[in-house]
């Protein structure tokens, strides 16, 4: 931190976080395998921006099965060298990821790591959203994970779009 008092505008890529912004209701499942069972996951997700919109801060709170799994990631700033927006997140069962996420010109967006991807959508209203994850065990063979779908939270403790 300088602490020179001169603040840096964020890149105008950061715009297109906003489309996340908000509280959201959150529901899904992930695909049962031969060795675990399907796994109810309901919850929700909120997305708020760091003061100066340089961070986008995703913070989870959801329910898998019984147990209940907290989040928080931060998203950004936009890399121009990669194209893509830096994620780190961290439960409370200890584990960190790193991933990055890129939005195509359709709007749709794409989280890549080295252990787990997903594509997620939009709906041109922007009050819902649906995303596809896949893991993978050895880098190469990917195999669908999880489904999610989210719901633009009203009312009280949702936050407003600007």
Not at 24 to 40: K, L, M, N, Y
Not at 63 to 90: A, L
Not at 132 to 159: Q, Y
């Amino acid at each position: 931190m300088s602490g020179d008092g001169n603040a840096r505008a964020p890149r105008p890529e950061n715009q297109r976080l906003g489309a996340l912004v908000g509280r959201w209701r959150s529901q899904g499942r992930t695909a049962a395998t031969a060795s675990d069972p399907e796994i109810r996951i309901a919850g929700s997700d909120t997305y708020e921006w760091l003061a100066g919109e340089h961070f986008l801060i995703h913070r989870v709170d959801v329910r898998m099965n019984e147990e209940r799994v907290e989040v928080i990631e931060m998203i950004g700033p936009y890399d121009p060298e990669s194209r893509t927006y830096p994620m780190r997140s961290f439960d409370n069962h200890g584990h960190f990821v790193t991933m990055r996420a890129s939005v195509d010109d359709g709007g749709v967006w794409t989280f890549a790591g080295e252990t787990e991807r997903a594509t997620l959508v939009i709906a041109e209203d922007g009050e819902s959203m649906t995303a596809e994850w896949e893991r993978t065990d050895d880098g190469s063979n990917w195999r669908h994970w999880m489904d999610m779908s989210f719901t633009r939270a009203a009312g009280p403790g949702a936050v407003l779009r600007r």
